[in-house]
């Protein structure tokens, strides 16, 4: 999954990949990481879109597709849901004066 944060995963595709159902899947990877495939997804697409807007210049419309989140509006989003904050802002306090 996380060679593929770019492409729009859904659990059934998870699943399929791993060869199992998609039940027993989240079963699995709740008991081992205390959280659904999705948000374990969500987690490493948010932790890569801080990385890309701490080290690069890259656009916040490109790290949005980049980490699969497909827009700005979605990233946006789930950046203040789990950051506080919005991506510009987030990048400006990585910025030198």
Known sequence: MQDNLDKPLTLADIAAQAAMSTRSLSRRFRARLGMTPLQWLLDQR??????????TGLPVERIARTTGFGSVEALRHHFARQ???????????????
């Not at 948010?46 to 080290?55: G, I, K, V, Y």
């Open 83 to 97: 950051v506080g904050t919005n991506p510009r802002a987030y990048r400006a306090t990585f910025r030198s004066p």
């Open 46 to 55: 948010m932790r890569r879109a801080r990385e890309l807007l701490e080290t």
